[in-house]
């Protein structure tokens, strides 16, 4: 008899070929299968796009950020006012009919700027617009005085180290890009010190400035001497250089009053549609809800959270419940590494196999063009056949790679990953700044960079496979 069951499976092998048997027993869809699956979905991604850019959800991204920027202001990780915005947010999450609204404790740094100020005294007078940087540490309470050199990269200042002793290093670096730049804020405090020096300024990461100093967090090393640091506008920086390069002697006086306390409690702020089908499935949409303690932090990143939110909304108000559960998480202590962002991933990493995607909108909500996506090869065929839903608002690019810290820690162990990509030509204007603002947002391209997030997070919640990987 077992010969006979044998022969009859070899008999089945050539017609299931290559292709591995699901949980329940049936076969995986071809990829023409899941073209014709997503494809039905064309009425649904109308239906979200009218809502999002036409109908009666037209504006209220823009608008809900707008009451929130402008009541609760800047949020920087360990402060009052973050403890309100997370109040804040769980109360509207609630009345906005969301389910499972909740809060996730965690513990974030906490750091204030305190009173700054810097002044060239020489060659001449002038005022010099500063910003400390996120855990530099207080000059002596009289202030800094020493003379300055100025370099435009690290490599000089290595050649020059031993002119480097007792002064104030000016970094003058040229905006590249931001990856390619950023590491001048995050480091230089420490290659100054390095050659001892007793304080750093850098030039703001800023590909465009109105003499506007940005800021962001930086990093000190257990084995070299802590310095203050702060980040000036491009406008003085380059003014210093071109002194340093006529021979010009410049003094400068600094005082900061920077102060680290110990960690703070705060939350991840949590809510759910709860899937009808595969319910403990996740589809992760994200932003984040700390900034800078300048500005609103309506760029960065309240456009990025609140479009998060206007997703659930929309599908709640089409009536729709997707297959997994759609769960929005609104960060903690972005801005100071992803502080909120590892503590949910070690919470939750031992349901990682339920995480169909993460996706993170933290790049500005400006006019969008398609998806940055991570994930093989045949996740990314699904995702561009999904993006091609969005043909009629013409966003259906997919571009290589997700970007977003929160969501790097899913990513680096397999899980598919999705970013919003928008123009980001003025981003870095406003980035880090008091600049950041709700003038900066624009309520039409809010309502289409929701569309796009909101139809495909809803897709892919409610396809019947989860995206391979």
Same mark, same amino acid.
């Given at each position: ?58 504006? +209220?991204?823009?608008?809900?950020? =707008? $009451?929130? &920027?402008?009541?609760? @202001?800047?949020?920087? *990780? ?104 950023? +590491?001048?804020?995050?480091?230089? =405090? $420490?290659? &100054?010190?390095?050659? @001892?020096?007793?304080? *750093? ?117 089409? @009536? ?150």
């Amino acid at each position: 008899m077992k010969y006979l069951f044998l022969i009859f499976f070899m008999n089945l092998l050539p017609q299931y070929a290559g292709k591995s048997l699901r949980k329940d027993d049936s076969y995986p869809k071809t990829f023409e299968d899941i073209k014709n699956e997503i494809a039905g979905y064309t009425g649904v991604a109308k239906a979200i796009i009218d809502l999002a850019v036409h109908g009666k959800a037209q504006n +209220r991204s823009y608008d809900r950020l =707008a $009451v929130f &920027a402008d009541t609760i @202001g800047p949020r920087l *990780s360990g402060s009052k006012n973050l403890d309100a915005a997370i109040k804040y947010m769980f109360s509207a999450l609630q009345e906005d009919g969301l389910e499972n609204v909740h809060l996730e404790p965690v513990k974030v740094p906490h750091w204030e700027r305190g009173e700054e100020f810097a002044m060239m005294l020489k060659p001449r007078n002038h005022s010099i617009a500063i910003l400390g940087l996120g855990s530099s540490i207080a000059t002596p309470p009289e202030g800094i005085t020493a003379e300055v050199i100025v370099v435009a990269s690290f490599d000089e200042l290595h050649k020059r180290a031993q002119e480097a002793k007792g002064k104030i290093v000016v970094y003058n670096e040229p905006f590249i890009s931001y990856g390619e730049t950023v +590491r001048y804020r995050s480091q230089g =405090a $420490v290659e &100054a010190a390095k050659v @001892g020096a007793v304080a *750093s300024l850098i030039r703001s990461i800023a590909s465009f400035s109105i003499h506007s100093p940005h800021t962001g967090w930086q990093d000190y090393r257990p084995d070299v001497p802590r310095i203050p640091t702060a980040c000036i506008s491009v406008e003085d920086a380059e003014m210093m250089s071109r002194m340093s390069l006529r021979g010009t002697k410049i003094v400068v006086h600094l005082k900061m009053g920077a102060k680290t306390y110990p960690d703070s409690p705060s939350f991840n702020t949590v809510a759910e549609i709860v899937g009808s089908k595969y319910p403990e499935q996740i589809v992760l949409v994200s932003g984040h809800l700390d900034s800078w303690d300048v500005g609103q932090g309506a760029m960065d990143d309240g456009g990025g959270a609140f479009i998060s939110w206007e997703a659930l909304s929309i599908i709640k108000d089409l @009536g729709l419940r997707p297959k997994r559960t759609l769960r929005l998480v609104l960060w903690t202590a972005e801005e100071q590494g992803g502080i909120g962002a590892e503590q949910y991933y070690q919470l939750h990493k031992e349901n990682i196999s339920n995480f169909d995607i993460v996706m993170e909108s933290d790049e500005g909500t400006f006019k969008p063009s398609g998806l940055g996506f991570t994930g093989n090869a045949r996740a990314r065929d699904i995702v561009k056949e999904i993006m091609a839903l969005l043909q009629p608002i013409n966003v259906t690019d997919v571009y290589d790679n997700a970007d977003g810290t929160d969501i790097d820690y899913w990513m680096r162990d397999g899980v598919p990953g999705a970013s919003l990509r928008d123009d980001l030509s003025k981003y870095f204007w406003f980035h880090h700044s008091q600049g950041d603002t709700m003038t900066v947002q624009d309520p039409n391209q809010m309502n289409l960079c929701a569309a796009v997030w909101t139809v495909v997070s809803y897709v892919i919640a409610d396809m019947e496979e989860m995206l391979p990987r």
